[in-house]
T-cell receptor, first 114, second 117 residues
Framework: SQTIHQWPATLVQPVGSPLSLECTVEGTSNPNLYWYRQAAGRGLQLLFYSIGIDQISSEVPQNLSASRPQDRQFILSSKKLLLSDSGFYLC?????????????FGQGTRLTVV | AQKITQTQPGMFVQEKEAVTLDCTYDTSDPSYGLFWYKQPSSGEMIFLIYQGSYDQQNATEGRYSLNFQKARKSANLVISASQLGDSAMYFCAMRVLGGGSQGNLIFGKGTKLSVKP
């Protein structure tokens, strides 16, 4: 069966420090991968999505970046965090083969920038 | 551009009663999928139900049903026989299956449902 792993679960980082959040998927190949951010009490904002290795689409201009060095690995990064980067980050995957299917989410990372 | 609108920031329902959560969407693409997710306070996103744009019948999954009105571009979620455990945030989402944004899954701002005993 397919599983998605996202870590760390919580993170407290000072302003100006770098960030690296990792997400890996098991049990499937060539998934669509997504990074979302959710501010407190708000909806999900799509940050990046990827349909293949090194194929990244950015939805919102910001100081974050994403990379997909391997088929089932999706990394969210920042060189210098801002206070406004605080939030709940969710990784998700889905497959469009054989028709549309739901997206499966990781457990999320709660990032607090101080 | 694709957009999902959920106009109810919060809803209350009495336990054992039915409740409808509203969702409207906007897309010019003929091929798309509509989803509902539940997010309890723990933060995890739980998939509830899916409706494809070409599906002739409304989707149902247990106590969840999707009232799909294509001409109105609405995809309301109906929860029957509400339970205390249904208290959570509910998100409507859409994925367009063609064009330059293929696979892009976008969400509404959510509705917070509170079930009263």
């Amino acid at each position: 069966s397919q599983t998605i792993h996202q870590w760390p679960a919580t993170l407290v980082q000072p302003v100006g420090s770098p960030l690296s959040l990792e997400c890996t998927v098991e049990g499937t190949s060539n998934p669509n991968l997504y990074w979302y951010r959710q501010a407190a009490g708000r909806g999900l904002q799509l940050l990046f999505y990827s349909i293949g290795i090194d194929q990244i689409s950015s939805e919102v201009p910001q100081n974050l970046s994403a990379s997909r060095p391997q088929d089932r690995q999706f990394i969210l990064s920042s060189k210098k965090l801002l206070l406004s980067d605080s939030g709940f980050y969710l990784c998700a995957w889905s497959s469009l083969r054989g028709g549309d299917t739901e997206a499966f989410f990781g457990q999320g990372t709660r990032l607090t920038v101080v | 551009a694709q957009k999902i609108t959920q106009t109810q920031p919060g809803m209350f329902v009495q336990e054992k009663e039915a409740v409808t959560l509203d969702c409207t969407y906007d897309t010019s693409d003929p091929s798309y999928g509509l989803f509902w997710y539940k997010q309890p306070s723990s933060g995890e996103m739980i998939f509830l139900i899916y409706q494809g744009s070409y599906d002739q019948q409304n989707a149902t999954e247990g106590r969840y049903s999707l009232n799909f009105q294509k001409a109105r571009k609405s995809a309301n979620l109906v929860i029957s026989a509400s339970q205390l455990g249904d208290s959570a945030m509910y998100f409507c989402a859409m994925r367009v299956l063609g064009g330059g944004s293929q696979g892009n899954l976008i969400f509404g701002k959510g509705t917070k449902l509170s079930v009263k005993p």
